[in-house]
């Protein structure tokens, strides 16, 4: 059973636009969670990394946020641009004792924004 | 160049073939890692390899999944007999990490998808 859950699966939404993704997890402990950006036929790069302790990342146009208490975070994306249009994926990081990095990836929400 | 680079981009392979996936990682990078990434999920951990070491395979599907890093930098994922469930796009990540520590950045390759009929 995967542990970590994104909502909506897939979204649309017009150039310009505000939009919020959501992950809910019950990896327990963790030490950091990531949301990356996957573009199609590309390997994932990071957007924003935090730690159990953070509450907030922001990365340009992107804003992460966590809550500890409930398991949840949230990715809001900001003025969306086309160049936006990827699946977006959050990922987390079992603590940092573990020798071996067992990510663990949620299955993504494919964005796509339109004209 | 100075990413994670992958070859080939594309394998179509009939059932029962072998394939050989190739990771050129970032130079320097210790730490090197395979995913297998099925359509439409999020990447699933195969194995990490702490220079020539591979510290964790506990990922790998079957016995017929291979890998390998002999001298520290390049690492091939061998996958033998092929099945159809074993289509998927297998990702590789190297990190600067001397022990694949989950705080330190993983760099993503562009993935090879293969395909098997």
């Known amino acids: 059973k995967n542990q970590v859950e994104q909502s909506p699966q897939s979204l649309i939404i017009l150039e310009g636009k505000n939009c919020t993704l959501q992950?809910?997890?019950?990896?327990?402990?963790?030490?950091?969670l990531r949301w990356y950006k996957q573009d199609t036929g590309r390997g994932p790069v990071s957007l924003t990394i935090?730690?159990?302790?953070?509450n907030t990342k922001s990365n340009g146009r992107y804003t992460a946020t966590l809550d500890a208490d409930t398991k949840q975070s949230s990715l809001h994306i900001t003025a969306s641009q086309l160049s936006d249009s990827a699946s977006y994926i959050c990922?987390?990081?079992?603590?940092?004792?573990?020798?071996?990095?067992?990510?663990?990836f949620g299955t993504g929400t494919r964005l796509q924004v339109t004209l | 160049g100075a990413g994670v680079s992958q070859s080939p981009r594309y394998k179509v392979a009939k059932r029962g073939q072998d394939v050989a996936l190739r990771c050129d990682p970032i130079?320097?990078?210790?730490?090197l890692f395979w995913y297998q990434q099925a359509l439409g999920q999020g990447p699933e951990f195969l194995t990490y390899?702490?220079?020539?070491?591979?510290?964790?395979k506990s990922g790998l599907p079957s016995d017929r999944f291979f890998a390998e890093r002999p001298e520290g930098s390049v690492s091939t994922l061998k996958i033998q007999r092929t099945q159809q469930e074993d289509s998927a796009v297998y990702l590789c990540?190297?990190?600067?990490?001397?022990?694949?520590?989950?705080?330190?950045?993983?760099?993503f390759g562009p993935g090879t998808r293969l395909t098997v009929t």
């Open positions: 990540a190297s990190s600067f990490s001397p022990l694949g520590q989950t705080q330190y950045e993983q760099y």
């Open positions: 992950c809910n997890y019950t990896v327990s402990p963790f030490s950091n």
């Open positions: 935090m730690t159990f302790s953070e």
């Open positions: 990922v987390v990081s079992p603590p940092q004792s573990y020798t071996a990095s067992k990510l663990t």
């Open positions: 130079s320097g990078h210790v730490s």
């Open positions: 390899f702490q220079n020539e070491a591979q510290l964790d």
